[in-house]
């Protein structure tokens, strides 16, 4: 209890928390100028979440994919890379799974493995793609990641049509049975929320994550390379191998995240006009989360939270949900500045002391 | 269908597209020479197309039409630059990571603008669609040359101001002291200091100067091609405008010759079309092109980019 406590009391959890109630209190003020009830507002946001077994299951199914991107742009920023490309490696994710799911005819304990498998390994060969483009011809991966998301997104929309269509629908054919990984039993004590096993297999990626970047020797040189690769270099490491590597294994976490939103979710891809803003708030999910795997799960959930009670917020407050935006930007805002928080918080802690002592 | 024509409609729809691109590229090379990392480009267009959008809409309802669109204009520059604030704050006065801080300005920018439109558009997701547009103008004497007339003296007058600019830029960040001081601060923060310069301030011009030029790349996208404003207008310009400023090696010159290339990619999209051999391709792999041709043209072609120096490092004085 007592080391709770302080971590609790430590700067590193401190500042979210902070940061967190300003972000809650400029969109309460934003509300206000606006002429909405804020308090009405965020107590529909939090019935919303909480008003039932269903919408805590839905929030928790909200919150997975989250974790997954967050923990894909956390992993290439570990190696000094910027994974802008979450949205592609999350479409051919979703692409692969879809492929499987659908084409092929398989026993349960093949297909649903298969089809997570092939939707993981198309994910990170679209980040591996960046990757050695960087280490080979010297690429900046911001700029591929970012062709490649659209490139994706086209690539994936020809599959469907071609092969995997629908007639008459704008979507693939429904994945078969054997390959959908919805967890029933927890879906029926959550009123049939769409609960699946991406729930259990994102927290053993969180797990992994930390095992491979600080307990193996890879991830010492992954790390190694985040920090210097020059050093790196000279101690004999090879750079680009692990550039390449870093943004293979991203892209497998953002794809996992497409995988089960198909097989866990929808159990169809649809033919898309935009991608779907997941890869997107990976970012800004590994960014809060100081890309740590903890801290990425905890973003994610605020993440999550927000967003499934946002549509609550305006249903019962009339407010447009996209002011949880506005409040999620606050909050990175806050952390990101941390220094300010810190300036205020100062004051505070060391007239706490001075009282203990006397 | 003769070829010279297809030509002439090419380069003129390639203008078109690029304008936008031209103009927050120039506004990224600004932010990112002084060393400021600008990923929030996206965000400063959307600022400055809804900015735009609105502007133009409630001083056309006030009357002065043919104004409304250069107010409209105004307020994008306006607005971006305000929204690029709370970057140049973060960044530079309370050292925050700028790629996070360009995240937030995205985050905020992407919310706050459809909140606005769906409060004063009584919860319509778009603004209502502007009558008082910019339309093209043609050059006198120069828009008579064959060809080349049409497909550049007649242009939105957006597009001219945008090549202006990039002579203009170009000039300032080359030939003039200002220029020097901002390199100096993108390369080397701690000898600039040394010798005087004003790093902080330097920086907070240059990023309020890449939101004000993002602002307008939007505001251009609104009040030429698409006369409303809602949350898909800008749908990833800002990062293929990042794209541009990256491809063109952080160069006015570099940058506007990318943003005209991912114009003509989009561009030949819609004309690949009209030839019978093409008839077969997908629609899909035609979409592709730019930025297949981009990847291509980056790993075979230009190969490695150098960044200013210090992009990215936030400027602290005790390490100097």
């Known amino acids: 209890m007592a080391n709770v406590i302080r971590i609790m009391t430590k700067d590193s959890a401190l500042v979210p928390l902070v940061a967190i109630v300003l972000g809650l209190l400029v969109g309460a003020l934003i509300m206000l100028t606006g002429g909405y009830n804020p308090i009405t507002a965020y107590t529909s946001l939090v019935e919303k979440v909480i008003g039932d077994p269903y919408s805590i299951g839905e929030t928790v199914r909200e919150i997975t994919p989250l974790i997954f991107t967050g923990l894909s742009v956390a992993f290439a920023f570990r190696t000094g890379l910027f994974n802008i490309g979450g949205e592609g490696q999350f479409i051919m994710g979703m692409t692969g799974a879809t492929l499987v799911g659908v084409k092929l005819d398989l026993p349960f304990w093949l297909h649903a493995p298969l089809a997570i498998l092939a939707g993981a390994v198309l994910g990170g060969l679209w980040g591996g793609i960046a990757g050695y483009l960087k280490a080979k011809r010297g690429v900046n991966e911001v700029i591929t990641t970012i062709m490649l998301n659209w490139i994706a997104l086209y690539l994936a929309n020809y599959i469907i049509s071609r092969y995997l269509l629908q007639p008459g629908q704008q979507r693939s054919h429904l994945i078969r049975e054997s390959a959908m990984v919805s967890l029933r039993a927890l879906s029926e004590i959550f009123g049939n929320a769409r609960l699946h096993w991406g729930i259990l297999i994102v927290i053993l990626a969180a797990v992994a994550f930390y095992i491979i970047l600080w307990k193996t020797r890879q991830g010492y040189e992954l790390r190694a390379v985040g920090h210097s690769p020059y050093a790196a270099e000279y101690a004999g490491m090879s750079v680009n191998a692990n550039i390449v590597k870093a943004m293979f294994i991203g892209g497998m976490f953002a794809g996992l995240a497409g995988v089960f939103e198909i097989l866990g979710v929808f159990h169809y891809q649809v033919i898309a006009a935009a991608s779907p803003g997941y890869g997107f708030d990976g970012i800004a999910v590994a960014l809060l989360g100081g890309n740590h795997p903890l801290g990425v799960v905890l973003a994610a959930a605020l993440f999550g939270t927000l967003t499934y009670g946002s549509a609550g917020m305006s249903f019962g407050a009339d407010v447009p949900p996209e002011i949880v935006r506005v409040i999620i930007g606050t909050v990175i805002f806050f952390v990101a500045s941390h220094g300010l928080i810190r300036s205020v918080l100062k004051p505070l802690r060391d007239k706490r002391k001075t009282g203990e002592v006397t | ?320």
């Open chain 2, 1 to 320: 269908m003769d070829f010279l024509r297809i030509l002439g409609e090419l380069m003129h729809t390639t203008l078109v597209f690029s304008t936008a691109l031209i103009f927050t590229a120039m506004g990224g090379i600004f932010s990112e020479r002084s060393g400021v990392v600008n990923i929030g480009l996206e965000g400063l267009m959307v600022s400055g197309a809804f900015a735009s959008a609105v502007t133009a809409y409630y001083t056309e309802q006030a009357g002065f039409y043919s104004l409304a669109p250069w107010l409209g204009l105004l307020g994008a520059l306006v607005f971006g630059l305000l929204v690029s604030v709370i970057h140049a704050v973060a960044s530079i006065t309370f050292k925050a990571n700028q790629v996070v801080s360009g995240v937030v300005i995205n985050f905020l920018a992407a919310g706050f603008t459809v909140y606005l439109v769906k409060m004063l558009f009584a919860g319509s997701g778009q603004t209502e669609t502007l009558n008082a547009v910019f339309h093209k103008v043609a050059v006198p004497l120069l828009s008579a040359i064959p060809l080349l007339g049409y497909a550049v003296f007649y242009a939105y007058p957006t597009t001219y101001l945008a090549l202006v600019l990039v002579v203009i830029i170009w000039y300032v960040l080359f030939k003039t002291p200002f220029g020097l001081r901002l390199r100096a601060v993108g390369e080397h923060p701690g000898a600039a200091d040394t010798l005087g310069v004003n790093v902080s301030r330097i920086r907070y011009i240059c990023v309020l100067l890449s939101g004000a030029l993002a602002g307008l790349g939007g505001a251009t996208i609104t009040l030429t091609t698409t006369s409303s404003f809602s949350h898909n207008t800008i749908s990833g310009q800002g990062f293929i405008a990042l794209a541009a400023m990256i491809f063109g090696k952080w160069h006015p010159f570099g940058a506007l010759a990318a943003a005209l290339f991912f114009g003509f990619a989009q561009a030949i999209k819609n004309f690949v079309q009209l030839f019978d051999w093409a008839k077969s391709i997908p629609m899909e792999f035609l979409y592709m092109l730019p930025y297949i041709l981009t990847i291509l043209v980056l790993a075979g072609a230009v190969g490695r980019a150098y960044p200013p120096a210090a992009l990215g490092e936030p400027y602290d004085p005790g390490k100097r």
